[in-house]
């Protein structure tokens, strides 16, 4: 199986960057906004976004991990703070890759039994192959695949991140 890099390191920090960006801008009037992340690579995402949101504006960013079991998203999801920490507040769910849609669906709903002030969605990379009308408010890229190949990103503390085609 051979690796076809879509993503470089430094390709991935400027998508990053551009999604801050766009964050900001739509959540220009808030004083604070929070980022739920679906474990594992869409929290490492939601930290690196997170980054960039504190070099170029005064938003308080409240980071939130989201647990989903991505083979069975039916079962109980659980949020690293409690619901009331997020209510009434802008809130961003936050993955690495939108494959089918069905991890990012079930994790809107689950947060769609909070009143949220705004709510959008972010992805380093989306597939554009949906089972469930779910779209990425802000991605990195947008790629056609055949169902066939998968998408995988490697996010490295040594500056070495990747994503990568198989």
């Known amino acids: 199986m051979s690796k076809n890099i879509i993503l470089t390191n430094q390709e991935i920090k400027h998508k990053t960057k551009r999604i801050a960006?766009?964050?900001?801008?739509?959540?220009?009037?808030?004083?604070?906004?929070v980022l739920a992340g679906?474990?594992?690579n869409g929290y490492v995402f939601a930290e690196k976004i997170a980054q960039e949101l504190k070099t170029i504006s005064s938003l308080k960013i409240i980071l939130c991990e989201v647990h989903i079991d991505k083979q069975n998203p039916k079962l109980n999801i659980q949020?690293?703070?409690p619901s009331e920490e997020y209510a009434n507040k802008g809130l961003i769910l936050i993955d690495d890759v939108l494959n089918s849609g069905t991890t990012l669906i079930y994790a809107v709903k689950h947060f769609l039994d909070v009143p949220l002030k705004k709510f959008k969605t972010a992805v380093l990379v989306d597939r554009?192959?949906?089972k469930y009308p779910v779209k990425a408010d802000?991605?990195?890229?947008?790629?056609?695949?055949?169902?066939?190949?998968?998408v995988?990103?490697?996010f490295d503390q040594d500056n070495n991140s990747y994503a990568w085609l198989s």
């Open 21 to 33: 960006y766009q964050i900001y801008e739509t959540f220009i009037d808030e004083e604070e906004v």
């Open 38 to 40: 679906i474990a594992t």
């Open 79 to 81: 949020t690293s703070i």
């Open 128 to 130: 554009n192959h949906k």
């Open 138 to 150: 802000f991605k990195g890229i947008s790629l056609s695949t055949s169902l066939l190949e998968h």
């Open 152 to 154: 995988k990103v490697e």
